[in-house]
């Protein structure tokens, strides 16, 4: 299985050489094989990438990322047929009943409150927030129609990073987030193509112009993963580094996570994770659903 998370900065000149990524800096050349590359992040907008290339990288299924001039992702490379199966999972996906979707958009939401409680928790935050989140846990409803999920957040961003923070403000905290979950996001979306299926057709996230409702459904259980980096390693700083990014980058290649009392690569975390959402959603039965704990172990 590809495993390598390849970070570019400086070279501006990347094509194709016998299945290999060639990365041209100045004069010199790396070859890296395609095979063994997962994510694929281009931090330098006066790239050029061969048309051989980018179908080689779609090909093997690589996340590929493309950033701006702000460093911050801006577009993804997908392949136009991820799977053999792919019209047959996209009538089922079609399918989905109703009450399935609002059952797992339920278990979704009670699973990231129950992460952002553990982040607290490992961070030793106030004990009042967390026993108010834990009872938002036992308040969540089919397809959350109170907002329990809005009203934890923003007791738990607060908690977290202080009494004056404001999701998407532009900060170096917010830039962190956003960046991480870019990051985990894509490598949702190049999963959700490689299983066929389609990413704009999703659970409870519909926006029209979203192109990767699904992934958005499927991220929210692994944002507190990126909440606990940026806290421990970019709270108190003002500027958004390179340092920060190819750290948050390095969660994807460099961590496993839990999941049913054992520990995996995220990667592998997010396929389990999405096939038991299918099975919830094929069958209705809640008992079907697992997900990953915030628990984090180098590999």
């Not at 009538?91 to 699973?111: G, P």
């Not at 961070?123 to 989140?133: C, E, F, P, Q, R």
């Not at 507190?224 to 390693?233: C, K, Q, R, S, T």
Request: glycine residues 4%; aromatic residues 10%.
């Amino acid at each position: 299985m590809s495993h390598r998370v390849i970070y570019i900065e400086k070279s501006e000149c990347l094509r194709l050489y016998l299945d290999n990524l060639k990365v041209v800096i100045d004069e010199d050349e790396l070859l890296i094989p395609v095979s063994d590359i997962q994510i694929l992040v281009i931090d330098n907008y006066k790239a050029t990438l061969s048309i051989q290339l980018m179908n080689k990288l779609t090909e093997n299924n690589v996340c590929v990322i493309f950033c701006g001039i702000d460093h911050l992702p801006k577009s993804y490379l997908l392949p136009m047929n991820g799977n053999f199966a792919q019209s047959g999972n996209i009538n089922k996906q079609i399918a989905w009943k109703d009450e399935n979707k609002r059952l797992v958009h339920q278990l979704i939401i009670k699973a990231k409150i129950n992460n952002q409680v553990e982040i607290l928790r490992k961070l030793n935050k106030s004990y009042n927030t967390v026993i108010k989140l834990k009872q938002f846990i036992d308040e969540v409803q089919l397809a959350d129609e109170t907002n329990r999920e809005g009203l934890a957040a923003k007791m738990y961003f607060k908690e977290l990073f202080g009494t004056d923070f404001v999701r998407m403000n532009e900060d170096v905290i917010n830039a962190g987030l956003n960046y991480g979950y870019s990051v985990i996001r894509s490598l949702i979306c190049s999963i959700i193509c490689a299983k066929g299926y389609l990413g704009n057709f999703g659970i409870f996230h519909r926006g029209k112009q979203n192109m990767f409702n699904l992934a958005d459904d499927i991220i929210e259980v692994f944002r507190p993963i990126i909440d606990e980096y940026v806290y421990l390693n970019m709270k108190d700083d003002i500027i958004f580094k390179q340092k920060h990014r190819e750290g948050l980058i390095r969660l994807c290649s460099d961590k496993k996570i839990e999941i049913c009392n054992q520990q995996h690569t995220i990667t592998n975390a997010i396929y389990l994770y999405i096939e038991a959402i299918l099975k919830v959603l094929e069958t209705g039965d809640s008992k079907s659903f697992i997900f990953p704990l915030p628990y984090l172990y180098d590999i």
